[in-house]
């Protein structure tokens, strides 16, 4: 019966990052997965492929409106889909490929199979039973979908279906308006698709910072996406080449119909845990979401979970933290994650971006606060680019000055972000930011004209 220190129970970024950590701390290791291929739904059917598409779908975008304005003349590029969708699946490859290079280079070994918890102290892959002193739970999250609704992924599809649609739709209709379904959308919206997102709320991209999502909204249309808001899908009748989607205006109960090519369900996610065997070992769950203390552990001692499938955002960068983190428990040292600090991003054109609290939380709290805002109208970079959509803003302290969260929307705010979250992570004030030199022309002197904004006043605007 072969022996590990630790075993990690999926291979996505939470599970691949904690065995390479595990590794490098000296824990003899190993992770299991029963894909074909490493990295998890990340990797395979979520971040890494809609991201090659969001940007081949701008390049498009860019060629069919930018590149005459800028004297680069000629036919407009037409779309070979399949070729696209190759492109995409070569991203995967060379992502895929990396992780299991990484774990050879650190000595974690992977085992191929879908993994079970016979006992504590034990992982069962296939006909082998493995033991390990300590268990580690990192099996990720699946799509949801909504009451009659039932995911086929060919007419109605989840956004694992959504990635290798055989055509590009004429209309897509997206039921939900979260970060995955106007990622997608966006893709499809920019390959010719007519775009109509439904969502439950009165608001597209919940939990945002309230201007933030209308100005993000008002992006979106004028890329042509629709949005039909505080609407609650009744059901969605998948036929032989398309789907009629019904649904109820909250406001006036009145009922609508509506047809569609291709229906996409992105209406969140949830834990996925399915053949681990925790409810027969006792260990603790609640709607599915496994219950661990500060340091990661179960109920049931030498178990351990992390990611998608505990308390907390769904993000991978999250996972990927607690991995890192529970590793460094794992081998005697103090593992951290500030959950205060994590960064959102949606990778649509322009990207919006954010950390810590919203307007709408800081009310809530009672806590005094001030605003610093500066549009990418005033930066240099972005005009040139084609890119002067969209802010920066920072939120302060009123007494104290203290950095206590940002919202971007505009170019590359995804990578903007983090110069924030640097500096919350140190309980930066906005005048440390303010007075930090910033190269020109950059981006990211919109921060700096932000940071200035919460003090005497940006220079630019």
Not at 333 to 345: C, K, R, T
Request: with cysteine; glycine share 12%.
């Amino acid at each position: 019966m072969p022996s590990y220190d630790v075993i990690i129970i999926g291979s996505g970024p939470g599970g691949y990052v904690c065995a390479i950590r595990c590794a490098q701390l000296g824990l003899k290791t190993a992770c299991v997965e029963g894909r074909e291929t490493l990295g998890g739904t990340c990797l395979n059917i979520g971040c890494i492929p809609s991201k090659a598409l969001l940007h081949a779908s701008h390049q498009l975008h860019e060629a069919e409106h930018n590149f005459a304005k800028m004297g680069l003349k000629g036919k407009s590029p037409s779309v070979d889909w399949p070729q696209m969708l190759a492109y995409k699946d070569d991203v995967i490859g060379q992502n895929t490929k990396g992780i299991e290079f990484l774990f050879k280079k650190n000595k974690v070994d992977w085992l191929k199979g879908w993994g079970s918890i016979p006992e504590p102290g034990k992982v069962k892959v296939g006909d082998e039973v493995h033991e390990a002193k300590h268990i580690v739970v990192a099996t990720g999250s699946d799509s949801t979908t909504i009451p009659g609704v039932e995911i086929d992924e060919k007419i109605v599809v989840s956004s694992t279906g959504a990635l290798e649609l055989t055509k590009i739709p004429k209309k897509l209709v997206v039921i939900g308006a979260g970060v995955i379904g106007l990622e997608l959308g966006s893709v499809y919206a920019r390959l010719g698709s007519e775009v109509q997102v439904i969502e439950f709320l009165d608001h597209i991209t919940p939990g945002m910072d309230s201007e933030t999502a209308k100005v993000f909204q008002r992006t979106l249309k004028k890329q042509r996406l629709t949005f039909t808001l505080g609407a609650a899908v009744q059901s969605v009748e998948a036929l032989k080449t398309k789907a009629k989607i019904t649904y109820r205006l909250r406001k006036d109960d009145s009922e609508h119909v509506m047809d569609a090519d291709i229906v996409l369900v992105a209406t969140g996610r949830k834990p996925y845990t399915e053949g681990l065997g925790l409810g027969r070992l006792g260990v603790d769950t609640e709607r599915g979401v496994i219950q661990t203390d500060a340091h990661y552990a179960t109920n049931v001692k030498g178990i351990y979970a992390i990611g998608d499938c505990i308390a907390g955002p769904m993000l991978a960068h999250k996972a990927e933290d607690e991995g890192m983190a529970v590793a460094e428990i794992l081998a005697g040292q103090a593992g951290h994650v500030n959950y205060g600090v994590i960064p959102g991003v949606i990778y649509t054109h322009p990207e919006v971006a954010s950390v810590g609290e919203t307007e709408e939380t800081l009310k809530d709290k009672g806590r005094s606060y001030k605003t610093g805002k500066f549009s990418f109208m005033g930066n240099g970079r972005a005009k040139a680019n084609f890119a002067a959509d969209g802010f920066v803003k920072i939120l302060a302290d009123t007494e104290t000055d203290r950095i206590l969260g940002a919202h971007i929307i505009g170019p590359m705010a995804g990578d903007l972000i983090h110069e924030i979250c640097v500096a919350m992570e140190f309980g930066a004030a906005a005048e440390d930011l303010a007075r930090t030199c910033h190269a020109h022309p950059t981006y990211s002197e919109a921060v700096r004209e932000a940071a200035l904004a919460c003090g005497d006043g940006p220079i630019h605007s």
